[in-house]
T-cell receptor
Framework: ETGVTQSPTHLIKTRGQQVTLRCSSQ?????VSWYQQALGQGPQFIFQ???????GRGNFPPRFSGLQFPNYSSELNVNALELDDSALYLC???????????FGQGTRLTVV | SQQGEEDPQALSIQEGENATMNCSYK?????LQWYRQNSGRGLVHLIL?????REKHSGRLRVTLDTSKKSSSLLITASRAADTASYFC????????????FGGGTRLMVKP
């Protein structure tokens, strides 16, 4: 167990809806990154948050947004869901400047 | 886009045999990491090798890095059924090394 928890574990949404995924960081970790992993592929970097500010972003449209809270927990929000958003969403926490990321078990999102 | 590409995409071996997975990447790196993922859940960090290192060991794992060829290999010796998982190489998008770009992964099956 990495100490990173994500909720919910599974979720089914309808195309066009909005979704919020949650992540609690490992204790003391101030940096949170989110990844999208489509079936059979490697994870794709969405964005990273440090001290409640977005610290870097991958090639994802603005309908993917996030928040980080003072306790370092984080949310990933996706608006106007599309079928291709169906994936495993992974959260990873780390210390600023540290190379090692600790991943949660992920949220499996299915868009129908 | 994927920075690293693993080869082979799938590997099936008998328990006790060695498993070798290869990874190629495109840009210069500070370090390269290998992760393991069981059944589409969270990723677990296995080993990190820095750009000035050529080989690194951790238990039954041996990682090599050839920066001139932009390639790395992960060797698992004396494999066990419990090693069955997907293995990903990852390079960092940032100096801190925690915004990761993953390859497509190698799916390893170890038969008892």
């Amino acid at each position: 167990e990495t100490g990173v928890t994500q909720s919910p574990t599974h979720l089914i949404k309808t195309r066009g809806q909005q979704v919020t995924l949650r992540c609690s960081s490992q204790s003391g970790h101030n940096t949170v990154s989110w990844y999208q992993q489509a079936l059979g592929q490697g994870p794709q970097f969405i964005f990273q948050y440090y001290r409640e500010e977005e610290n870097g972003r991958g090639n994802f449209p603005p309908r993917f947004s996030g928040l980080q809270f003072p306790n370092y927990s984080s949310e990933l929000n996706v608006n106007a869901l599309e079928l291709d958003d169906s994936a495993l969403y992974l959260c990873a926490s780390s210390l600023k400047g540290s190379t090692e990321a600790f991943f949660g078990q992920g949220t499996r999102l299915t868009v129908v | 886009s994927q920075q690293g590409e693993e080869d082979p995409q799938a590997l099936s071996i008998q328990e006790g045999e060695n498993a070798t997975m290869n990874c190629s990447y495109k840009t210069s790196i500070n370090n390269l990491q290998w992760y393991r993922q069981n059944s589409g859940r969270g990723l677990v960090h296995l080993i990190l090798i820095r750009s000035n290192e050529r080989e690194k060991h951790s238990g039954r794992l041996r990682v090599t890095l050839d920066t001139s060829k932009k390639s790395s290999s992960l060797l698992i010796t004396a494999s066990r059924a419990a090693d069955t998982a997907s293995y990903f190489c990852a390079t960092a998008r940032n100096n801190a090394g925690n915004m990761l770009t993953f390859g497509g992964g190698t799916r390893l099956m170890v038969k008892p």
